[in-house]
C-alpha cells in the first residue's frame, strides 16, 4: 500500500503467441519468461496484491509454482491477438474490488525492475496524475528519421532539421514495461492513456521488449553481460 491507496499489479499473460509460440513461458535464462515479471512484481513494496490473468491453463500453472496468485481465468473474448489490453485490466477490476490503483506488467518486459515499478507509482502520486507511462529515450531521433516515397528517402518529419545529436531535444517512446492509474481515472478513460499522464523514463537496457527470437536472444546476451559485472 502507498499512503491510503490499494495498488492491484495485473500481469497479462494470453496463451496464443503470434511471433514466438508459447512465448510468456518460454526459457530465458534458466525460467520461463514471465517468472521474470512475476519475480519483479512480487519484491515490489507497494503492490498489495498481484495477479496473473491468462485464459491458458499451462502460463496459470507456471505462474502458480512461481509464487503468483491466479484468481481466475481470462474468458476467450479478452484473449484473442487483437483484443485491446485495456479490457483485461477491466475484467480484472470487475472481479477484484477495493483498489485505488492499477498496474499493468507485461511479461515481455523481463529486465524491469521492482524499483521501476514502485517509482512509476509514486511518481504518480506525488505529481498528482490520473496516470503513469514508462518511457525510454528514442534513438535515431525523429528529427533523423525518414520515409519512403516511390524508392526515394523523404524526411518523416516536414519540418525537421538535422543537428547535431547534443543539440536535439529529447523525446522518449513508450516501453511497455510499466503502465499505472488510478481506478476511477482509468475507467473513465477506459485506459491508461488519461488527460493527465506523467512519464516514468527507464534506461534503454531495461526496457527491452521480447517480441522476436532476436528480442530473445539479445535478451539472454544482456543478463549474461550483467551477471558477468559488465555494467551499463
Known sequence: MLG?????????????SVGI??????????????????ESGKKSTVIDRLIVSTDSEAIADVSRFYGCDVPFMR??????????GELTVIHALEQLGGFDIVVLLQPTSPLRSSDDIDSAVRLLVETESE?????????????????????K????????????????????GMNGAVYVAKVKAFLEARG???DNIA??????????????EYDLILCERLIQFAESGGSF
Not at 4 to 16: E, F, S, T
Open 199 to 212: 512519464g516514468y523514463v527507464m534506461p534503454a537496457h531495461r526496457s527491452l521488449d521480447i517480441d522476436t
Open 192 to 194: 491508461f492513456h488519461t
Open 75 to 84: 474468458p476467450a473474448e479478452f484473449a484473442a491477438s487483437d483484443s485491446p
Open 4 to 16: 491510503n491507496n490499494r495498488v492491484l499489479g495485473i500481469i497479462p499473460a494470453r496463451g496464443g
Open 21 to 38: 509460440p508459447n512465448k510468456n513461458i518460454r526459457q530465458l535464462h534458466g525460467k520461463p519468461l514471465i517468472a521474470w515479471t512475476i
Open 153 to 172: 528517402l523523404r524526411p518523416f518529419l516536414t519540418d525537421a532539421i538535422a543537428p547535431t545529436r547534443q543539440s536535439l531535444e529529447p523525446v522518449y
Open 131 to 151: 496516470s503513469c507511462i514508462s518511457v525510454t529515450e528514442s534513438h535515431p531521433h525523429p528529427n533523423w528519421m525518414k520515409r519512403m516515397v516511390h524508392g
